[in-house]
């Protein structure tokens, strides 16, 4: 074990920064056109997820979530993710892919599947344990 190895588990992963993408978010545009042009964004995937649940629309709160959900593993293994391992809802570029997983999780609960609603808040607790505060979980 060399004296720079962190003992208490795997470095945060932390994605990059799209200034663009998420200014396109932060103007207001319909997330739908967010999706268009950045198709894959979790962040705008999981502002369609939310909205869905909002409107009492579980069915396709899940399929939006699940998009975003995947869409941001494929983008955590690209930054070295290897599966697990903290993933700071602090950091902005993360929150898309926790946000989906927060909305995976409810919307799963709304149409019955009882073991995904709870393994996905758990994934989201073991990514980073004040998200589920943080998302209403």
Known sequence: MSLNENLLGPEPTLLPERPEAQAAVDSGIAPVEVVRAYPDLSEAWALLAETALDNDDPVAAYAYARTGYHRGLDQLRRAGWKGF???????????????SLAALSRAAGGIGEVAEQDRCAKFLADSDPTAPAQLGL
């Open 85 to 99: 391992g903290p993933v700071p809802f602090a950091h902005r570029p993360n929150q898309g892919f926790l946000r």
